[in-house]
C-alpha cells in the first residue's frame, strides 16, 4: 500500500518524537465520532510499540522523514563544530534546551551536543546539562545506528567517542 498525498510510502523511515525512529509500516482506517480517518501506522524496531498518525497532518505530530546519507556531511559538521547560543542563567537554558530535545530536529540536536561538549571541556556540565548531552547523543545515535556508508560512519565513532568523553 503506497501513499503519495502526504509523501510517506510503506516502508519509510521516520521520526515521531520522542519516541525515535520508527517505519511506516501501513495505513489503517479509524473510526472517530462520526468519521472513518485515515492513520499511518508507524512500528518502532526492537520493540512492541506501534503509534498511529493522521494521514491528513503528519506535521502536526511532529513525525519527519528520517535522516539519509545525504544529510551526513552536514550533522558531522555542526556535531564538530555548531554552534548554539544558550543562556546562562539556568531556567532560561533549561527551556532552550528542553525545546530542542522535544523538537527532535537532528541538526540543532548535533549543534546542542557540540555546544555541551564544549562547555564540559572548559568547565564541567551540571547535571541536567548533563543528562541534555546525554539524550541529544541517544537521539542523533539512533537516527543515524542504521545509515550505511562513509559519513554515517564518521558520525556514529564522532557519537561513540563523544559517549567515552560524557562525565558520570
Request: charge should be positive; charged fraction near 25%.
Amino acid at each position: 500500500m503506497e501513499v503519495k498525498k502526504s509523501g510517506y510510502s510503506l516502508g519509510d523511515r521516520v521520526v515521531l518524537p520522542p519516541y525515535g525512529v520508527g517505519v511506516v509500516s501501513g495505513i489503517s482506517k479509524r473510526r472517530v465520532a462520526d468519521d472513518t480517518l485515515a492513520y499511518y501506522q508507524v512500528d518502532f524496531p526492537n520493540s512492541t510499540s506501534r503509534a498511529f498518525v493522521p494521514v491528513i497532518a503528519p506535521d502536526g505530530t511532529g513525525m519527519r522523514p528520517a535522516l539519509t546519507s545525504a544529510d551526513m556531511p552536514e550533522l558531522l559538521a555542526r556535531l564538530r563544530g555548531g554552534r548554539l547560543n544558550l543562556p546562562r542563567q539556568w531556567a532560561a537554558r533549561h527551556r532552550k534546551v528542553t525545546e530542542i530535545l522535544v523538537s527532535g530536529d537532528p541538526f540543532e540536536l548535533a549543534s546542542l551536543a557540540a555546544e555541551l561538549r564544549r562547555w564540559n571541556i572548559e568547565r564541567g556540565l551540571p547535571d541536567l546539562d548533563r543528562q541534555a548531552y546525554r539524550r541529544a547523543l541517544k537521539l542523533l545515535e539512533q537516527e543515524v545506528r542504521e545509515l550505511i556508508d562513509g559519513e554515517a560512519q564518521h558520525v556514529r565513532a564522532l557519537i561513540d567517542s563523544a559517549w567515552c568523553e560524557t562525565p558520570n
